[in-house]
């Protein structure tokens, strides 16, 4: 079947690159967050994260490790998941159904779960998109968008599902390709090449040392 020729060809895959990299172990990542976002159709089909915070804590948990069991008989070694944005603009383009929700608790409290669930595993999993990609209406793939949010309102809104997810243990943090003037007012400067984001206040505030 379709399925298992999918499921065949990665294993393979997997092996050359083990093979090709010689001495050095490879880390083998994939985009398996469900929903829209989900590389391989092969693995157990996770609904979107939208879907999911209709769920409990335990249930996500639960989600977590049977995806990353799968992922690490596969050969792989990181998730890039989950997504931690609060998704508080109706209108945006690339989160949306990504997002556990606009409410920033619940937001933390899902990704956690799923965090805990992957990483027992034995998959490492990645919070994203540091500091918060909810709020834009411009795709970071093809644009530089803008978060115009006062400090205040990042402390209490974006920042917080990213805080609980350095708390407990995450192994990876993806910086997003957006500009964030309260946090560092240099000029189209995205998150990902500032100073200020991400060893200020992701390494040096938050204590992320991954």
Excluded: W
């Excluded at 880390?27 to 967050?33: C, I, L, P, R």
């Excluded at 390709?177 to 995205?190: E, G, M, Q, R, S």
């Amino acid at each position: 079947s379709r399925h298992s020729q999918g499921l065949q060809q990665t294993m393979e895959r997997i092996e050359q690159i083990r093979l090709l990299a010689g001495a050095i172990p490879p880390f083998v990542a994939v985009d398996q967050e469900g929903g829209r976002v989900a590389r391989l159709d092969f693995t157990t089909q996770v609904p979107s994260a939208r879907e999911l915070s209709n769920l409990d804590a335990l249930s996500l948990r639960q989600i977590g490790r049977i995806l990353g069991s799968e992922l690490v008989s596969l050969g792989f070694h990181i998730n890039f998941a989950p997504v931690l944005d609060v998704n508080t603009d109706p209108a945006n383009p690339v989160i949306g159904d990504r997002s556990f929700g606009s409410d920033p608790a619940t937001v933390s409290v899902l990704g956690q779960a799923y965090i805990a669930g992957l990483q027992e595993t034995g998959i490492a999993g990645c919070a994203k998109h540091f500091p918060g990609h909810g709020d834009t209406r411009s795709d970071s793939h093809l644009l530089l968008p803008v978060v115009n949010q006062k400090l205040e309102r990042l402390e209490s809104v974006e920042l917080p599902p990213f805080r609980a997810a350095v708390k407990s243990g995450i192994d990876l943090v993806m910086i997003a390709h957006v500009h964030y003037p309260a946090l560092d007012p240099a000029p189209d400067k995205p998150a990902t090449f500032s100073k200020p984001i991400v060893t200020g206040l992701l390494r040096e505030t938050m204590g992320y040392s991954g």
